[in-house]
């Protein structure tokens, strides 16, 4: 799971409430597996939580030093704060079945096989032609609490998968970076079919 939307204690700030995980505005498109994810975090969350209170009611009687039960406190008011959250994006879930996707067309949950096409974009002076050193790269569009690009899943609103989008087996697309503007071919396209009833 991404987690670029925490936002860790910082240091002197103990005992303050940890700031709330921002909601995406965009919709919560999920794949079958980005829907599994977020069902296996909360549960994850839930026993973390229950193990924390547990903890903290057997040490009532003063059978923790201080600042141990303090770090026990924040880390339940973390635990909490990331229940919410998780509650919330699953309440907003929508789920995209990958059976449901154009098969000669990029869309939500495919995996796109590209390669760089070798030729620089001519308003972007210095653009690179490589993608990291691999000419041809497999990237699967996912949601965004799925996301993680070093194994491969980009958000569907990645400036990659917006680049991506819509397009098909042979295309050469535009992919605005900040590394420089990069066209890429599509090499091929495939989705996983849900094994799930």
Known sequence: ??????????????????????????VNYVTPAGLAQLKEELERLGRRRI?????LEGSAGGSLPPDQEQMLREELAYVDRDIRYFDRRLDSAVPVDPAGQPLHEVAFGATVTVAAS????ADEPGASVSLDSRPVQVWTIVGEDEADPDAGKVSYVSPLAVALLGARVGQTVTWRRPAGTLRLKIEHISYRRSTAG
């Open 118 to 121: 070798g030729s620089r974009v």
């Open 51 to 55: 193990q924390l209170l547990e903890t």
């Open 1 to 26: 799971m991404s987690r670029a939307f925490v936002k860790e204690p910082e240091p002197g700030a103990a005992g303050d409430p940890p700031a709330e995980r921002p909601i995406s505005e965009h």
